[in-house]
C-alpha cells in the first residue's frame, strides 16, 4: 500500500491539525479545569466555618497534600503522555511503526524498515 506523493502531505497536514485541535482541547480544559477549583475553593474558603474545617482537615492529613499535589499533577500530565505516545499519523503497512514524515519525504520509504510508501 503506497501513496502518492501529494496524498501523503494531505495525510501529514490533516494529522497535524487534529493534532493541533487536541492539543488546544487539553490544554482548555486544563486551564478551565485549573480556574474552576480555583474559584471553588476561593467561595468556599471565605466562609470562616469551611476555612476552619479544611485548615483542621490539612493539619491532620498534612502528610497527605504531597501526594496529593502529585496526582493532580499527573493526571494533568497524562493527556500529553497519551498525545506524545500516539502521534496519531500514517503507520507503516509492513512494520506497522509510525512513519516519520520527514524520512519518508526524502527517501519515500519507511525509516524502520525500509518499505516503499511513496509511489
Ligand atoms: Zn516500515
Redesign the pocket.
Known amino acids: 500500500m503506497s501513496v502518492t506523493k501529494d496524498e501523503f502531505i494531505q495525510l501529514q497536514k490533516s494529522v497535524a491539525r487534529r493534532e493541533t485541535r487536541r492539543l488546544w482541547v487539553v490544554f482548555v480544559v486544563s486551564v478551565g479545569t485549573i480556574a474552576v477549583v480555583a474559584g471553588f475553593g476561593k467561595a468556599i474558603l471565605n466562609n470562616p466555618a469551611v476555612e476552619d474545617f479544611f485548615l483542621s482537615l490539612v493539619t491532620r492529613h498534612r502528610h497527605w497534600i504531597p501526594a496529593g499535589f502529585g496526582l493532580l499533577a499527573l493526571a494533568m500530565f497524562l493527556p500529553f503522555v497519551a498525545i506524545a505516545r500516539n502521534p496519531g499519523g500514517m503507520k ?1 503497512p ?4 509510525s ?1 516519520s514524515s520527514r524520512i519518508t519525504m526524502l527517501t519515500s520509504n ?1 525509516g ?4 516503499r510508501i511513496i509511489a
Do not use: A, R, T
Not at 94 to 97: G, P, R
Not at 112 to 115: I, L, Q
Open positions: 507503516c509492513k512494520c506497522d511503526k512513519i519507511c524502520h524498515c525500509g518499505e
